[in-house]
């Protein structure tokens, strides 16, 4: 068993992004499949990992572009009104990991 690190996420989004700004002849697409219902929440429905899951998600591909720049962004997070938030420590392991994010130029 592994544990990927946060660390290990930022080297490896790191690495993808000096792939994409040094190499003319790399091409990167994004897919838009359908829509699917959520709850009433913010959360994303549990993704299942098996071959299954990607099949149906590339039939159910409606369109497909080309990405012509990408970042770091970190993920959303609700704050709330009246609520006592702690200073940041480099010794909390519960901040949010940094993603990669996909931004399409029409």
């Known amino acids: 068993?592994?544990?990927?690190?946060?660390?290990?996420?930022?080297?490896?989004?790191?690495?993808?992004?000096?792939?994409f700004n040094d190499s003319a002849s790399?091409?990167?697409?994004?897919?838009?499949?359908?829509?699917?219902d959520w709850n009433a929440t913010d959360t994303a429905p549990a993704v299942e990992n098996h071959d299954v899951e990607a099949r149906l998600f590339r039939n159910s591909l409606?369109?497909?572009?080309?990405?012509?720049?990408?970042?770091?962004?970190?993920?959303?997070?609700?704050?709330?009104?009246g609520t006592t938030?702690?200073?940041?420590?480099?010794?909390?392991?519960a901040y949010p990991d940094f993603l990669a994010l996909a931004v399409i130029k029409v």
């Open 85 to 93: 938030y702690s200073a940041y420590s480099d010794k909390t392991s």
């Open 26 to 36: 790399n091409k990167y697409y994004i897919g838009i499949g359908r829509s699917d």
């Open 62 to 81: 409606q369109s497909v572009k080309k990405v012509s720049d990408i970042s770091f962004v970190v993920p959303r997070y609700n704050w709330s009104s």
């Open 1 to 19: 068993m592994a544990i990927v690190t946060s660390k290990f996420k930022r080297e490896m989004i790191q690495l993808l992004l000096n792939d």
